[in-house]
């Protein structure tokens, strides 16, 4: 069974910075991507950013500037840096790998990932900030 295990979640007030981390199989790190994704309670899981096998990486717009998706395929992990945190940010974050369907798609070329081409997830590591 694949495991991707998160950490690096806590409480933090408005401004600070916590940086996450996501250890994976490293045949997660060979697919054409991986990302984060967070869902805070009543809401829609939300794709927060991801970075493609060259180093391409996306991020939402709620998110750009602020946070940094980086993976170290060394060590199998993938970071997400999250800097001037927002009450708004707090949310459940997992990490998960691209399907690999989608990897053979015209889309894989440019990267243009969406939330519903990931298919194996962590469990979560839960961010909560504070005003």
């Known amino acids: 069974q694949v495991q991707l295990v998160e950490s690096g979640g806590g409480s933090v007030q408005a401004g600070g910075s916590l940086k996450l981390s996501c250890a994976a199989p490293?045949?997660?790190?060979?697919?054409?991507?991986i990302g984060w994704h967070r869902q805070a309670p009543g809401k829609e899981r939300e794709l927060v950013s991801s970075v493609s096998s060259d180093g391409t990486a996306r991020y939402a717009d709620s998110v750009k500037g602020r946070f940094t998706i980086s993976q170290d395929k060394g060590k199998n992990t993938l970071y997400l840096q999250m800097n001037s945190l927002k009450p708004e940010d707090t949310a459940m974050y997992y990490c998960a790998a691209v399907q690999l369907a989608f990897c053979n798609t015209p889309a894989a070329m440019a990267f243009w990932v969406r939330r519903s081409d990931f298919a194996i997830w962590g469990q979560g590591t839960q961010v909560t900030v504070s005003s």
């Open positions: 490293e045949s997660m790190f060979s697919r054409c991507g």
